[in-house]
DNA sequence: AATGAATGAGCCTTCATTCAT
DNA sequence: GATGAATGAAGGCTCATTCAT
């Protein structure tokens, strides 16, 4: 009606917006009918029910937001550069502001954060693929590395990534919103690729200035 | 009444594993108030609203988890030192799994992630005290390090410890249960305490086996 | 479904009486839906509020009120004529006893002495019309009167008829049921036209029995 | 303790100011006991319930209210005379704008409107003496009166008095709060009793200009 | 003499859902 | 294909009241 798009699709898009925006719980589906000028009934005409409309989000939300993926562009250069990569790209989606159209990667990250039942596809079909990408970087890097390391390794990197995300809030007031708006894509992506291509040995560590010390690494406990 | 505890003390119990466990929208005050056999009406009366009532738990939580820190213990030793010690008591808590009687730091950590009018004072009381002693150690490394650089470097080991409770549900489907078993306390301290050490030049690189390729941190771009 | 009528207007119907009957505060619309069998949710559903029900009835009620107004009866005749026509129009509405099928005028009473949010509409649509029509009839009397002295004269007419709804009870115990029944429609229309037509010199006074001592008003205070 | 008084005094003042404000529906024992910093089994424990509180308050007002009458004030000078200052006096309970210390006139009038039982004590010790005084000034003046018409001329006197009460929020919109404003005690007590003065014959008529046309009362209808 | 604690009934409202059309 | 009407459950909250101290 307002649109040239189906009821269904409008639907959808207008769910995905509200879940990403107040979470499962505090959307409601009236709210997310009205907004598209549709009967409160709609939802479960088109979808069955609440939660199956938040999985068809979660799951068009991987679907738009794979779309974009450079497929294969990870996998040229050196290990270091394809590290830098996949932090830059991740980065980007952490820490895109979700506008009204940009709900795609919010609700895929509040799905990694609070998991339900939606999260299992989630998990097959978009997060693993990209897991595997990671760790496949860090195989090239440290060949030998046992499957329990190189799982640590890929948590270390996403880990540091995705607390801007988690803690949003929370860090910009404990650092100061004028700091805070200076840790942008490229600092950060900066930041971060250099201390764990340093912890790799792929790079100099960060404390050039310092005499590189290196302790046992059991002495220090 | 049913025990020696005053109803109050024992609502703010109930309250703080309810919270805990479903969060602020799910979790119904109906609920808490049968589970300690209270009339539905003992919240309003001892806290005023569910909302005050949940402000009280999280301050509860913050009081019950800084009981058990060890003051100054982490001035002593080698930064190298303070900062293991960190670490370990940092993924302490976050490794704890809740139980009936550990509710505490799931209240805390979600109230990290999705912060309501309550993390205010817990910013000012709990958190920021802990930031700025991580603050303190780092900077010990890297005197000379700007202010930004010293919040990135605190962010990226907040970052990796908050990951495995941010994510853990996630990252148990993405490696396996049996392998994410095997990330213990233990290991886990180990591994990211290496791993910060190797970036800030205090240890080795964790790639030992690799030869030792410093690049140009610029030319990977 | 129990009748003819729809859900809504059953439910304005009970309204009306029930507010007109206990007044806003003590109505509840639980009361209201069960008296014609809706669900306790059909006030919000098809009011929005309770808030908003009442506006309703207040509405309603005006509207079936003035459905029965004969337009333009009031402007033939004398003014005196007139005005006993207005007075005992007034005086119907005032004397009817509330059944259930007349709580119209009581609801607008109600609103007269005790306004709420909706009398802003009532003033508007229904009182100030009428208001007017006496104001004109009584202009017609007294053509030099100033508009303050008209309408200290349109108040002394609508209070003579008002008393007997507002103080109804408390007259009836004062001057004994069995007295106060005799004071019916035809007596009080008498009562007051003569009243108000002797005061403005257009029937001889009251006292008949009594020599007309015409006191110079100034000296009698 | 925050005054001389004793607690159960302070309540029933407490009470009574909210009782005249808000009427007995929405006023709260809670917020009458906050306001004399008493705990709110307070009231229950002193006068046993809610309504009891209520009867107490408003026969509180009735005792004070009673305390500054110009006991026999109205029976010098001529009936005339007597009326104007009846007329006087009540006006002036009505038109009092009721601050915090005179609540006693608004509860007894909002009694005499929507009376409970406390209103029977009220009816017999305070209303009734003051009605039969008006009854006796009337009664001078229209000696062979029957009862009936003694009553309807008590009324009408009465009724265009409390109109100004009962109406005024409604009536001030309906004139602009600009020309109720000049409606004050003294032009009121002039109009009101010019009014009644001149429907008994003992004043002139209030339309001196025009001629006075003295219909027969029959032939109007 | 007075109170803090606790209660149970009731309030209005919101919710996701169902059903006949 | 889609909707308006209606529902039952549950929500948080306020109330006057009671009871042991």
Request: glycine fraction near 6%; proline fraction near 5%.
């Amino acid at each position: 009606m307002s649109s040239g798009e189906t009821t269904k699709a409008r639907l959808l898009e207008a769910a995905g917006e509200e879940f990403a925006a107040k979470g499962y719980e505090k959307a409601s589906i009236r709210k997310i009918c009205d907004r598209v000028n549709a009967n409160c009934a709609a939802v479960n005409y088109h979808f069955g029910s609440k939660e199956q409309l938040y999985v068809e989000a979660v799951l068009e939300a991987h679907r738009c937001g794979t779309e974009m993926l450079p497929e294969s562009a990870f996998q040229e250069g050196t290990p270091a550069q394809q590290l830098r990569r996949y932090i830059h790209h991740f980065l980007g989606h952490v820490l895109a502001i979700s506008h009204e159209n940009t709900w795609h990667q919010a609700l895929m990250l509040r799905e990694m954060i609070q998991p339900t039942p939606a999260s299992e596809v989630l998990v097959r079909e978009a997060i693993r693929p990209r897991f595997e990408r990671l760790v496949g970087i860090l195989r090239g890097v440290c060949p030998e590395a046992e499957p329990r390391k190189l799982s640590a390794l890929a948590f270390s990197v996403v880990g540091q990534c995705l607390h801007y995300r988690v803690a949003r809030s929370i860090s910009e007031r404990l650092v100061g919103a004028e700091l805070y708006e200076t840790l942008d894509l490229d600092f950060l992506t900066d930041h971060i690729t250099s201390f764990c291509l340093a912890a790799l040995g792929l790079a100099p560590p960060l404390n050039l200035a310092g005499e590189a010390v290196v302790n046992d690494p059991v002495s220090i406990r």
